[in-house]
């Protein structure tokens, strides 16, 4: 449905996007992670036709964006909170865009009505906050009715209810067969969100799995606090573990916890702390996009 | 096309700039209309052809129209909805020329309404001072199609202008030194003794004069209402394809 491949661009010397390959089937919530700069949103605005790329292809339901038949009502985009002219009214805003883009105007007050803002249609949307703004950019995308979203940070601004409100709404879009392509620096939120993420650094692949099978791949730690912690960590080094010290804690890989208590038994070591650390997204991201620098 | 047009109308009609411009519009034709009727001579201001001549005026919806057109497409670039518009138009060049005509059909429409206002404030004030309301359709037929022509092509070349440079504050305060201050030094130049061209004729505001004053007798510096015309649709192709080329290579990041 979504298909990156062997996509590259160059702004002067730097290289934005570099040989980047992936795909987003339908029905998936797919979330699209990396470190500032990294290429997210250059990649995402290559497969909008808004950025030319020097080379490779990015299409959406087999085409280019502007080659598809009616591209807005079949690919909804968020780019920040930003595209709003402030003295228009929310309301126009997406009158505008719906006639543009070919969309039924009866389109406009449901969607508003999905996103919560039917009570502020009639505002400009100078006087709109973040998150009302965030709501409108989302109440843009789904004008369409489109079977494809490409959304770019699309939970900044919004408040914890609207963050647990979007992620419904992704959800359900998705449950609905629409393939859902998000990108976002907020982690934990798009951990809860997503099917699977495709991580890029540098504007370069690092890794295209699902969250479970990515988090497995992260080697897992123990977190360890002793009041004889140099003893301890003498014996832990001795039996092949690796060591990191947090604050009055230790972290250790490479083993379970089960084999850390041992070694502390038999060392005749005192535990007040034995507490596996769950892997999550975020170590996942840390840990692949802090190996592609190296 | 037509859905791309009506988008780019709706834009127009949808912000508060348009209603400050019309009033602004409105309140200096009145302005110059009134003055006009009480300070003339009665003689200059009666019979069909010179009550025509205050219709003139409306000459002023080109100057809206064009800071319009400037406004809205770089506008586009100020407010970022440059992305929203080519995410519902991907056709760049479909872009360029939907607000084109937009701008176009508004300088139509602001013509249309000053020159309302001026034959409006015409038939009430003249009596005032005992001059009867003597305009006919030929007169009026032959300033509002001026009129029309000269705003049409300003409210589209301030479009393309826009989209091209992108910079709505340099861009409009470009325009307007360009019109009030360096092209009469141009002009000057180019008309003068010394290089005796005349080619000052062909640039912007002398071409939109060449259609809108009445010419007595030949001045080789001044092209014909045709002629005039047809050189500001000249400004407005290379305007147009200026912002075809510019926008259609441009990164929209």
Redesign the interface.
């Known amino acids: 449905m979504i298909a990156v491949e062997d996509l590259r661009k160059r702004y002067g010397k730097t290289l934005a996007v570099d040989g980047l390959s992936f795909t987003v089937e339908p029905g998936r919530v797919v979330g699209f992670l990396g470190p500032n700069g990294a290429g997210k949103t250059t990649t995402l605005r290559i497969l909008l036709g808004l950025v030319r790329a020097n080379s490779g292809q990015a299409t959406i339901l087999g085409q280019r964006y502007k080659e598809l038949e009616r591209p807005f009502c079949q690919v909804g985009a968020v780019f920040e909170a930003s595209g709003f002219h402030p003295g228009r009214k929310a309301r126009n805003h997406l009158r505008v865009l719906a006639r543009a883009g070919r969309a039924p105007e009866t389109r406009v007050d449901e969607v508003l009505k999905i996103v919560g803002l039917e009570g502020a249609a009639k505002k400009r949307v100078g006087a709109y906050s973040l998150g009302m703004r965030q709501r409108l950019a989302l109440a843009s995308a789904l004008l369409g009715d489109p079977g494809v979203l490409i959304l770019d940070e699309p939970a900044n601004g919004l408040d914890p209810e609207g963050i647990r409100w979007l992620r419904d709404l992704l959800r359900s879009l998705a449950a609905e067969g629409r393939a859902v392509l998000i990108s976002s620096h907020v982690l934990a939120e798009v951990e809860q969100t997503v099917d699977e993420v495709v991580i890029i650094n540098k504007g370069k692949f690092v890794a295209h799995g699902s969250v479970e099978s990515l988090t497995r791949s992260v080697e897992g730690r123990v977190r360890v606090r002793s009041p004889q912690a140099a003893k301890l960590r003498k014996q832990l080094v001795k039996a092949g573990l690796k060591i990191d010290v947090d604050g009055d804690a230790l972290l250790v890989a490479g083993g379970p916890s089960s084999q850390i208590g041992e070694i502390a038994a038999k060392s005749q070591v005192v535990l007040h702390e034995l507490t596996p650390i769950t892997t999550q997204l975020e170590d996942v991201f840390f840990a692949l996009t802090t190996d592609g620098e190296k | 096309m037509i859905?791309?047009l009506?988008?780019?109308w709706?834009?127009i009609r949808?912000?508060?700039?348009i209603f400050w411009l019309l009033l602004a519009l409105c309140a200096v034709v009145t302005l110059f209309v009134v003055a006009g009727i009480l300070t003339n001579n009665k003689a200059d201001l009666t019979g069909s052809d010179n009550q025509a001549g205050a219709m003139g005026i409306g000459i002023l919806a080109a100057v809206i129209a064009l800071i319009m057109g400037l406004i809205v497409s770089t506008?586009e670039y100020r407010?970022?909805?440059i992305?929203?518009?080519?995410?519902?138009?991907?056709?760049r060049p479909l872009v360029v020329v939907s607000k084109g005509i937009a701008a176009m059909l508004l300088g139509v429409a602001l013509v249309a309404l000053a020159e309302v206002f001026v034959i409006a404030e015409l038939a009430a004030f003249l009596p005032i001072r005992g001059i009867g309301f003597a305009l006919q359709g030929g007169d009026v037929a032959r300033v509002l199609a001026r009129t029309l022509a000269c705003a049409a092509i300003w409210g589209a070349l301030g479009s393309s202008l826009g989209l091209a440079l992108r910079n709505q504050i340099g861009t409009v305060v470009g325009c307007f030194a360009w019109l009030f201050f360096a092209e009469p030094i141009v002009q000057g130049i180019l008309n003068s003794h010394a290089i005796h061209s005349h080619a000052g004729r062909f640039l912007p505001l002398a071409a939109t004069i060449g259609v809108f004053a009445d010419t007595t007798g030949h001045d080789a510096n001044r092209l014909s209402h045709l002629g005039g015309v047809f050189i500001l649709s000249g400004w407005l192709a290379l305007a147009t394809v200026a912002a075809l080329l510019l926008l259609g290579r441009r990164?929209?990041?």
């Open positions: 859905a791309s009506s988008s780019e709706l834009k949808t912000t508060r700039t506008g407010h970022g909805t992305t929203p518009t080519l995410l519902t138009t991907p056709s990164d929209v990041s």
